[in-house]
């Protein structure tokens, strides 16, 4: 990052309500096209108890954005959470949008605990409408060809929670769409929740839920999330939750170790 572009982004940090925070918690030696959050996560519930007895119930998670250089044309969101150490399995969750993030050009997600396991990535053409879905599972491999619903474009769970966080000061009320998830698509409503706040190195700092949940009618969505984004321009996504039809999953902010991110909202 440019000597130029690192005192733009101080100065911003100074004016805004997050201040405090980002002062002390990030770390500024990452790619300047590069934003990354490390989290803690737990499973949420009376499943905790006996998810316990098969798979590992916390750990630590980390959401990355990669955005375009000079010459790119797409936006990488990753999440990827992992057990305590010592302990294996994994959950992820990968998107790639076009650069100006409203269209979803591929998704991914896979998990495995033990000897459960499930990959499944989908290519969308939105020239064809057609959606190709590469899907493994401990029974074999499946290819798959499927027409896109509507002309919409479609989201999965990152790319969603990448539009609540560019849009979070407009969204006012519900917000109807479609979500694409393990090689199916849900109607699904956005809409804004309550609002708290969060102490971290002894800081306190507002934010404000967004949901995604089920739209009346249609196929029911086997998951929901919930992001508290913080209310400054910034939107940090403090606590993610994510629910699916076999756990639901907590993250925790702790720690902002890149800050090569949404520098245009910042100034």
């Known amino acids: 990052m440019s000597r130029t572009r690192n005192v733009v982004l101080s100065l911003s940090l100074l004016l805004s ?9 990030v770390n500024c030696n990452g790619a300047a096209n590069v934003e990354e959050f490390r ?33 790119e044309h797409s936006i990488t969101s990753e999440l990827f959470v992992k057990p305590e150490r010592g302990e294996a399995g994994f959950y992820a969750y990968e998107s790639q949008m076009d ?3 409203n269209q979803t050009l591929m998704t991914y997600s896979g998990y495995q ?15 064809k409408r057609l959606a190709r879905i590469h899907k493994e599972t401990p029974k074999g491999v499946e290819n798959t060809v499927k027409p896109l619903p509507g002309s919409e474009n479609l989201r999965d769970v990152l790319t969603a929670i990448y539009y609540l966080r560019q849009n979070a000061g407009t969204i006012t009320g519900p917000i109807t769409t479609t979500i694409y998830t393990d090689g199916q698509e849900y109607p699904v409503v956005f809409r804004p929740g309550e609002r708290r706040t969060f102490t971290m190195d002894g800081k306190t700092i507002a934010a404000r839920a967004f949901e995604i949940g089920d739209a009346p ?3 029911k969505w086997p998951g929901g999330v919930k992001v508290y984004l913080s209310d400054d321009a910034r939107r940090i996504p403090f606590r993610i939750e994510i629910a699916e039809s076999f756990a639901s999953l907590q993250l925790d902010l702790k720690s902002i170790e890149s800050c090569g991110f949404r520098l245009e909202a910042a100034k």
């Open 99 to 101: 650069e100006s993030g």
């Open 113 to 127: 605990w033990g000897n459960k396991t499930r990959k499944i990535r989908a290519v969308f053409d939105y020239v």
């Open 39 to 71: 989290y803690s996560w737990r499973i949420r519930g009376a499943i905790r108890f006996i998810a316990g007895l098969m798979f590992p119930t916390s750990g630590t998670g980390n959401l990355k954005t990669t955005y375009p250089r000079e010459g």
């Open 217 to 219: 009618g249609g196929r």
């Open 17 to 25: 309500p997050a201040a405090a925070f980002a002062a002390t918690n």
